[in-house]
């Protein structure tokens, strides 16, 4: 077993992995994180994905990971790394097998003293008109013809089918629709898997959560959230599905044939890649915009189910309930974007894998609505603790290419979790603090138990600290739908 990179302090929420730490290494590898996090990561593997990264060509000022850091495909999950558009590569691994998973925040204009009552017939509700758990079907199913549709158009094409309102578009990263895509580079095989999956919110560590506005931070901006102590709002977590999955597939496949045939060595074969700029890269990236447009269509087919649920409970109409889309924000995607670097501003390709856009105000990228303020940060924290609502810095464009955390993190893996974890107890515990629980499977309660993630509250401690977001208000659970 090769040795641990070393690590060396440079204040009190930024580590660096120096350049001769690992062979090849063109930049150093910097990690946000602070000593209590840091005692959970230290011999950890993702670390060595960290460094690997930095070995990749056309690396710009350093791989990045963040406080959420854990061990995944190539790029640690949490990590971030950005390559010149013609000396850089394009790596699937950085990206992930769930093309733009993400995060979305629905406000109600209801407090909790009104939803306490029928909570319980809510969840259910809501774990009725949303298909959940693995390979889960049951959605909006979709003609052929029309996928091209999705895969151009994203949450618009949901919204063009009544899935939505006009007025759900703005406040979504990109609109809701990535710029590029090529369906024609999205497999029969990822096609036929898509089909019956819009609208699905399949497994893993993906939910839908009704929460309370627990504390307000920023008051101004919280204000012109809607994020009112005591409101009630629905976090939904989700991605491409089978569909996403299936196009990472397919293409690390392709960029592992090319790389054998060309005698290109790694330092890991998961980092497998190709140059931005070539047929392959651009390729790859046509493909993954499909699947991220895919994902916002598969959102946007939620959000109209969530609303029905909403005005099946409460016995209104989904628009008296207020039920608008606050944000929706992507992680596990590639974007050019323009950055500045030692030789000046220029565009880029970031990676950002769990890991989100933190834009600061005044960004063109960040919704009208907000631009005065910056773009809000959706970070989820497991069934038993917080979320958070933040939002982006200037000294984020400077320190990590724009980009924060995407959630807690995990601290020990799925199976690890179900060997630790009792379903009875996880639920009972849960139980006794109000919260209401729905899962389409036992495994999908232990794999996602609060102890299984890093704590939260020292996740966000450390992107505030580090100056890649500052917190706008605190969200905690009333009820739960797990995959």
Not at 379 to 394: H, K, N, Q, R
Not at 434 to 462: H, L, M, Q
Request: some cysteine; hydrophobic content about 40%; overall charge neutral.
């Amino acid at each position: 077993m090769p040795k641990v990179p070393r690590l060396i302090a440079r204040d009190e929420f930024t580590y660096e992995i120096p350049m001769d730490e690992v062979p090849g290494m063109r930049v150093p590898g910097v990690l946000f994180s602070d000593a209590a996090l840091l005692s959970g990561v230290e011999g950890d593997p993702s670390l060595f994905q960290l460094a690997n990264v930095a070995t990749l060509p056309g690396i710009e000022r350093s791989s990045l990971a963040m406080p959420d850091i854990h061990f995944g495909y190539g790029f640690p999950v949490g990590g971030v790394a950005a390559f010149d558009l013609a000396d850089g590569v394009v790596s699937p691994g950085g990206i992930g097998y769930d093309i733009n998973c993400g995060v979305r925040l629905i406000r109600t204009n209801l407090m909790v003293d009104e939803v306490r009552p029928r909570l319980t017939d809510l969840i259910e509700r809501l774990y009725r008109e949303v298909p959940s758990g693995v390979g889960s079907h049951g959605g909006y199913t979709l003609r052929p013809p029309e996928l091209d549709d999705v895969l151009s158009n994203g949450a618009a094409w949901a919204v063009g089918q009544g899935y939505g309102r006009p007025e759900d578009l703005p406040v979504q990263e990109e609109e809701g629709r990535l710029a590029g895509a090529l369906p024609a580079e999205v497999s029969e095989s990822a096609r036929k898997r898509g089909l019956k999956q819009i609208g699905t919110l399949g497994s893993g560590n993906h939910f839908l959560e009704v929460q309370s506005v627990d504390e307000v931070f920023e008051p101004e901006f919280a204000r012109v959230m809607g994020l009112v102590p005591g409101r009630v709002m629905v976090m939904l977590h989700t991605g491409s599905r089978g569909l996403g999955h299936q196009v990472a597939t397919d293409w690390i496949g392709t960029m592992d044939r090319r790389l054998r045939e060309e005698k290109v060595e790694l330092v890991d074969r998961q980092l497998s890649c190709a140059p931005v700029a070539s047929d392959p890269g651009q390729r790859y990236l046509g493909a993954m915009a499909a699947a991220a447009n895919f994902a916002w269509a598969n959102r946007q087919a939620i959000t109209h189910s969530v609303r029905r649920a909403f005005s099946s409970v409460f016995g209104r109409p989904d628009t008296e309930l207020d039920l608008a889309v606050v944000y929706d924000i992507a992680h596990n995607m590639a974007k050019v974007e323009e950055h500045a670097t030692e030789g000046g501003r220029k565009k880029l390709l970031v990676h950002r894998k769990g890991a989100t856009r933190s834009f600061p105000a005044g960004r063109d990228e960040v919704p009208a609505v907000y631009r005065a303020y910056g773009q809000p940060v959706l970070i989820p924290g497991d069934m038993g603790t917080a979320s958070y609502v933040l939002s982006g810095l200037p000294t984020a464009m400077e320190r990590s290419f724009g980009s924060s955390c995407h959630g807690a993190g995990r601290r020990m893996s799925r199976h690890a979790a179900v060997r630790a974890f009792r379903y009875d107890e996880v639920i009972r515990k849960l139980a006794s603090r109000g919260i209401v629980v729905r899962s389409s499977s036992r495994e999908g309660v232990t794999e996602e138990a609060p102890g299984a993630y890093k704590d939260v509250e020292e996740v966000v401690r450390v992107a505030e600290g580090a100056g890649l977001t500052r917190r706008v208000a605190r969200l905690v659970p009333l009820g739960v739908v797990k995959g």
